[in-house]
């Protein structure tokens, strides 16, 4: 069955843009729904075919399925500049009981990418849930966001013409938005300094507890081995937790393509597991 494609009401009343997808009838009803959180910016973009034929793959596989986008973000209203990592939250549990009305079900399970993989275990920690798979969780926000920061810091001086002045091609000049002292210019998107601040408070093998159900843990890199935040992640998380490294592409940073198919294959896997 196609996806369903409309919206729902944020809490702030803001349109979410949502894609429901249907399970397939042949398979068991005791199939858990899934709700997939997405990754931002960039990665969103880069991302999406990949996380929309996830969640293709898990509604053949008997769970009702819902992607979605944060406010501020893709399809969804509101702007990004006043968007707080709170309304990321708060959009995540406003998905799930939308998805569990739907599905006739008393909850669902989180998977989440980058960003969205972070929240995912958040939200998890916070209001409990079925399953949690984390893919390439920001474990650390702090290291994050000088990360991106470097990098804006970088395309943006690439870009500037070469008529301007060294005196004028400092870094930070180059991310400041030039209307406004409180927001950034972040690959295009208008972000509030303070947006960064609640990302750079994140540490994930501090703030959270062991889990309450099974999770998943998905290292997605060239490693093969788990790097060290990993492990102190994992560490945090306790025995429900399973950890697995998979070597590969960041599908989420490429323009060309990459072979997700472990990655999808196991998430599904995982989900069907009893």
């Not at 997808?21 to 068991?28: I, L, M, V």
């Not at 996380?51 to 399925?65: K, Y």
């Not at 993989?117 to 079925?130: D, K, P, V």
């Not at 290291?143 to 004028?168: A, F, N, Y």
């Amino acid at each position: 069955m196609p996806e369903q494609l409309g919206y729902i009401k944020a809490l702030d009343g803001s349109p979410l843009y949502a894609a429901y997808h249907s399970p397939d009838n042949g398979k068991p009803a005791s199939a858990l729904p899934v709700v997939i959180v997405p990754p931002l910016f960039e990665e969103r973009k880069s991302a999406y075919t990949t996380m929309r034929r996830l969640a293709l793959e898990l509604a053949a596989a008997g769970h009702s399925v819902m992607r979605f986008d944060y406010r501020g973000s893709g399809e969804s209203g509101s702007s990004s500049a006043i968007r707080r990592w709170e309304h990321l939250a708060q959009d995540v549990a406003t998905v799930r009981k939308t998805l569990a009305s739907l599905a006739g079900k008393r909850d669902s399970a989180l998977v989440g990418l980058r960003l969205g993989a972070t929240l995912a275990l958040q939200e998890t920690g916070r209001a409990g849930g079925e399953r949690v798979v984390a893919l390439a969780p920001i474990v650390a926000g702090a290291t994050q966001v000088r990360l991106w920061k470097m990098r804006s810091k970088i395309r943006s001086e690439l870009t500037i013409p070469e008529s301007i002045g060294d005196s004028e091609r400092t870094p930070q000049s180059a991310f400041r938005n030039p209307h406004s002292a409180t927001l950034l210019d972040f690959d295009g998107y208008d972000v509030d300094t303070c947006f960064f601040d609640d990302i750079a408070t994140i540490n994930l093998a501090k703030d959270l507890g062991k889990l309450s159900c099974p999770g998943l843990i998905m290292q997605l890199s060239h490693r093969a081995n788990a790097a060290s935040e990993t492990t102190q992640l994992m560490a945090a998380l306790g025995s429900r937790a399973k950890l697995e490294c998979l070597r590969m592409e960041p599908f989420w940073d490429k323009l060309d393509d990459v072979d997700t198919d472990p990655m999808i294959h196991r998430v599904v896997e995982f989900m069907g597991e009893h």
